[in-house]
């Protein structure tokens, strides 16, 4: 689904219903939706009749993915800039208007704080993406911690805050500390379907927007705004940014241009998704990721040893606990046994915490690529570029990417006699196979690739040849 109040009521009628909400990405490709579909379980789909979605969706139940789908008449909620599509008549496909005239049931089933609420996929270690269980607990306690650090300190109360959306709905950023939160606190959601600078601006000088939450390429589209410095941004309360990592410099260029604040931290789908941020009442710390949020732990413990806690200052994997985290993967109980130690769920994060509890992420043990705040995974990048009949070998790494922060780029050994192979020919390729937000930026053509001792291709020399080409940049300028 869009931004729309459709996802809103979809959510929470799910939630009301005792279902589990599985939250499909529009980016997926085909092959991924079916995955989560066919993992989860889930036979009833929920879409609105937009171009861009409803002819999926058609397919997928015509392929006989999901037995029922629900469809939502986008226009409900004001005149879209497409033209809408007509919603079939056949068995299995019900408008969503239709279901309004249906009684309630004459008893609600019983819900447990324990009860799963949410499937929200991540692809963790192997890239093989897995519903992490955000029970109706983790979604609550997660508001919960967010009210706890920022209302007593904001000047605005609850049931006064107006808050843009501009992020996907699909993703844990704007579930769990746009939506959930806001509407907990009885505060106004302004839902866009998409990112648009001016529209923003205008929810801004216009609406009146109070809080912004946006991943750091809307920070730097912001910031590059012209006459940015000149926009009215005074009912601006609260800035955040999540998602990726923030540079600092959008950071302070930010600040300079506005006077505003921007605060950045830390979370992850297992976090629902708080894990830490950036203080309110005392001065941050350029290039870290704040402190852990009220009833958040968080411990750095020895990388071959996870139970061993590490001293302040040593650099390790970061291990968190807390009523937010996730239980588990749905179905994958080795990788839950295997990302969870002692209560702690292993974040696949390095880094360290210094003597005034202030937390640095310094690496990833994950291959894990962060693409404008979306997670990409090398792995399923590579086994879609396998399917090419020309490639012998590939390794997909991310790269320094000025906009998203980091791109895929793919390291790729043609076949003998293969004719050869550019970006654009890959890119038309993997079309049907991956995101697009999973598309690689680069491509490069070895007559090898680098090798472990043991003979499996290594990623590690690539690494560190593009690292090298990054830290000279500002020289060769």
């Avoid at 789908?69 to 005149?79: P, R, S, Y």
């Avoid at 949020?293 to 807390?322: M, N, Q, S, Y």
Wanted: some cysteine.
């Amino acid at each position: 689904l869009p931004n729309s109040p459709h996802h809103v009521i979809a959510l929470f009628g799910a939630a009301r219903a005792g279902a589990r909400l599985v939250q499909l990405s529009p980016l997926d490709a085909e092959r991924e939706l079916i995955h989560k579909l066919t993992d989860s379980g889930a036979r009833i789909v929920l879409t609105a009749n937009v171009p861009s979605l409803l002819p999926m969706a058609l397919k997928l139940k015509a392929a006989g993915h999901i037995d029922t789908l629900i469809v939502a008449e986008d226009g409900e909620w004001g005149a879209p800039p497409y033209p809408l599509l007509p919603i079939p008549e056949d068995d299995g496909i019900v408008p969503l208007s239709r279901l309004i005239d249906v009684a309630l049931p004459s008893e609600w089933p019983a819900i447990a704080s324990s009860d799963v609420a949410v499937l929200q996929y991540t692809g963790g270690t192997t890239g093989i993406p897995k519903g992490a269980m955000l029970t109706h607990a983790n979604l609550s306690a997660s508001c919960a911690i967010y009210d706890a650090w920022f209302n007593p300190q904001s000047a605005i109360k609850p049931g006064e805050a107006r808050a843009i959306c501009a992020l996907p709905l699909f993703h844990i950023f704007a579930l769990s500390t746009v939506m959930l939160r806001h509407l907990s606190n009885g505060n106004e959601v302004l839902l866009r379907q998409k990112f648009d600078v001016e529209t923003t601006l205008e929810d801004i000088a216009v609406r009146r927007a109070t809080h912004l939450n946006a991943v750091p390429t809307m920070w730097m589209a912001l910031c590059n705004c012209p006459g940015i410095e000149k926009r009215d941004l005074s009912s601006l309360a609260a800035c955040s940014s999540g998602g990726a990592a923030l540079p600092v410099e959008i950071a302070e260029r930010w600040q300079q241009l506005t006077g505003k604040v921007l605060r950045s931290g830390i979370g992850m789908t297992e976090t629902s998704p708080a894990a830490a941020t950036q203080p309110i009442t005392r001065p941050g710390k350029i290039g870290s990721s704040g402190v852990p949020l009220p009833g958040v732990v968080i411990e750095i413990v020895a990388l071959d040893e996870p139970r061993r806690v590490l001293p302040l200052g040593e650099t390790g994997e970061i291990r968190i606990k807390g009523p937010n985290v996730v239980s588990g993967y749905w179905n994958r109980p080795q990788d839950t046994a295997e990302s969870f130690v002692d209560g702690f769920w292993l974040s696949g994060d390095i880094g360290y915490m210094d003597e005034d509890g202030f937390l640095f992420v310094v690496d990833r043990k994950k291959d894990m690529i962060i693409s404008g705040g979306f997670n990409v995974y090398p792995r399923m990048i590579e086994e879609a570029i396998y399917e090419n009949p020309d490639v012998e070998e590939v390794i997909v790494i991310g790269v320094p990417d000025i906009y998203r922060g980091e791109a895929a780029k793919a390291f790729v050994k043609l076949k003998a006699g293969a004719s050869g192979l550019t970006l654009e020919a890959l890119r038309a390729f993997l079309a049907d196979k991956i995101g697009r937000h999973e598309m690689p930026a680069a491509l490069e053509i070895r007559n090898s690739l680098p090798r472990t001792n043991v003979g499996k291709l290594s990623k590690r020399d690539l690494v560190e040849e593009e690292r090298a080409k990054a830290q000279a940049l500002p020289e060769a300028s």
